[in-house]
């Protein structure tokens, strides 16, 4: 196997060197031996494709973000998901995600949103930079053409991420700009285009790589690169919003063709081996984009970060009750239905099978025991081990974990399992959406909600018939919420639903459990004081010292 290797590329670097470049002494005249020239990366196809492949990951730049290896699109597996700044979780320990539940953005603290904007410009930069110069490189047309899709899908990834959260953005095109650029001066550098311009910008970015890439990972095509589904997906989830309320700049109808392009390529489908295991097989035919780790790269181990005090885990991302409740019964109706069969004194009973492969509760089987976050006396409560880990929830997080790893995981030997940037069950969700709000709930719309519950291990019953576009809208929410949990869909899609105001401004619930005996008594409580949302808080704030860079001439978002 072609092995490819972490390549620093300093296109542009300051040195004290530059200072002295008019003294005559040459002894600070030395070759830098810890990075590469343009003329070795530009001379050397294998080094262009290892540049090009790095462009996947970016630079780590603030506390505990990419831990060991560097941090990809998103927050990933890091110890503060971004779950935990929305109503799916918490994080035990704050780590600057606390703010932005409670609502305390501002332009000089963004908490955990703080690099978005700064890795992903950075990113774009790198990605013009090989797209200028990629005609220089010996190599033939077929891998030119491939190595130019990988560039053009990760620069539309980095303006996706932009987009979706501060909405208009500045592009760039193919430029890339140089510290002897008069940056200052060039107004078109601090310009925001238009919300359509910049997604109809990003769309065709998506649809040029989609053009150039190989429909399968295959050969020399590593597992984790980008393919032509890739790119077709991220599209379809882009013109999905585009036409979300938040946006209101695209169509329905556009957005579920995109999604329709996906399905018909006829390469994914749903994976039949059990909800749970589909998050630790890199190789399961459900994901269309993922990010891989090898086992011996130090990375942040996900049993420790998260696990339950009682095994001296970390309890890190805590799901909220806010979401417990949203699980339907098995039956398929609400808990708030009084038809369901929901009791509340054994809460957990009978619940949508995805719940139980997420979430661990009071009572959940668990490395050969059971989860005990009642006091007094259960192991996993502050009575327990390890006490100042206990969850403030009453839950821990399952989903993602191998239970066949050890909970104190050395860093070397972490877990390999994969972070899924996009799965079949999303397209499928997106095309539901799309179409339903299209064309209302047809044959088409059942079809993609229920093959989701209907699938082995899950086996939840199809939605009722004859559903309203209202209530089928409700549907497909609730099932995107449960089906995509703690994947970084959450806090974009109570936005771009314009729903953040509702769903945000409620508490951060979770469940205080009382023993006597064999009776439990189930309290709901605050986990979280303080949680709040204003209508500003749609969009981020772009960071302070982006602004005062431009000579103020980039406009901030509007209320901050």
């Known amino acids: ?60 730049l603030q506390d505990k973000e990419g831990e060991g290896t560097p941090p990809g699109f998103g927050r990933g597996f890091e110890y503060s998901m971004w779950s935990s700044v929305t109503d799916e979780s918490i994080y035990n320990n704050d780590d600057n995600s606390w703010l932005i539940q409670r609502g305390q953005l501002a332009p000089e603290n963004l908490g955990i949103a703080s690099t978005i904007w700064g890795r ?69 550098l601090f310009h925001r285009s238009s919300l359509s311009d910049c997604i109809n910008y990003t769309a065709a970015q998506f649809d040029t790589a989609a053009q150039l890439l190989p429909l399968n990972n295959d050969g020399n095509w590593a597992l984790g690169r980008a393919t032509e589904g890739a790119a077709l997906g991220l599209k379809a989830r882009l013109l999905l919003y585009a036409a979300s309320p938040l946006y209101n700049v695209g169509s329905w109808s556009a957005a579920a063709a995109a999604a329709k392009a996906v399905m018909d390529l006829g390469k994914y489908s749903l994976s039949q081996g059990g909800y749970g295991n ?17 086992i011996n790269a130090r990375h942040v181990c996900l049993e420790i970060a998260n696990g339950p005090n009682g095994y001296d885990g970390w309890g890190g991302n805590v799901p909220l009750q806010n979401l417990v409740d949203d699980y339907e019964m098995n039956n398929g109706k609400s808990i708030t239905d009084p038809t369901s069969g929901y009791d509340p004194t054994h809460p957990y009973d009978n619940r949508d099978p995805r719940f139980y492969a997420t979430i661990l509760y009071n ?7 059971t989860v005990q976050t009642y006091t007094p006396g259960g192991k996993d409560s502050k009575d327990g081990p390890s006490n100042w880990n206990t969850s403030k929830t009453g839950y821990y997080l399952k989903k993602f974990m191998d239970d066949n790893n050890p909970i104190d995981n050395p860093w070397s030997v972490a877990g390999n399992q994969p972070w899924i940037y996009m799965r079949y069950a999303e397209i499928l969700l997106d095309y539901a959406e799309a179409q339903n709000e299209a064309v209302g709930p047809d044959g088409t719309v059942y079809n993609a909600i229920n093959s989701i519950r209907a699938r082995a291990s899950v086996n939840m019953p199809p939605l009722p018939s004859g559903l309203s576009q209202a209530q089928m809208r409700i549907a497909i929410r609730n099932e ?26 409620v508490p951060a619930y979770g469940i205080s459990i009382n023993k006597s005996g064999n009776t439990f008594t189930y309290n709901k409580i ?25 000579n103020n001439q980039l406009e901030q978002n509007p209320g901050y």
């Open 480 to 505: 995107r919420r449960v089906e995509l949990a703690f994947e970084e869909q959450r806090f974009y899609d109570v936005r771009r639903w314009k729903i953040a105001d509702s769903t945000e401004n």
């Open 363 to 369: 009572g959940a089987p668990y490395r050969s025991s």
């Open 120 to 188: 992903s410009y950075r990113s774009i930069r790198e990605c013009n930079y090989a797209i200028q110069n990629i005609n220089k490189v010996q190599m033939s047309t077929d891998h030119r053409n491939r190595l130019l899709g990988e560039l053009k899908f990760i620069r539309a990834f980095r303006y996706f991420d932009l987009i979706r959260n501060y909405g208009r953005v500045v592009l760039t095109g193919d430029k890339v700009y140089n510290l002897t650029d008069n940056l200052i001066t060039d107004t078109a």
């Open 278 to 294: 589909l998050f630790l097989d890199e190789n399961n035919n459900e994901i269309i984009f993922e990010r891989l780790y090898t």
């Open 1 to 60: 196997m072609k092995k490819h290797f972490n390549i620093t590329i300093c296109v542009v670097a300051i040195t004290i060197t530059l200072l002295l470049s008019a003294c005559q002494k040459n002894y600070l005249d030395i070759t830098p031996t810890d990075r590469l020239s343009d003329v070795s990366i530009l001379g050397d196809s294998s080094l262009f494709e290892d540049y090009v492949i790095n462009r996947y990951i970016g630079v780590k």
């Open 526 to 550: 605050i986990a979280l004081d303080g949680r709040k949302f204003e209508d500003k808080e749609y969009w981020l704030p772009i960071p302070r010292a982006e602004i005062q860079a431009s």
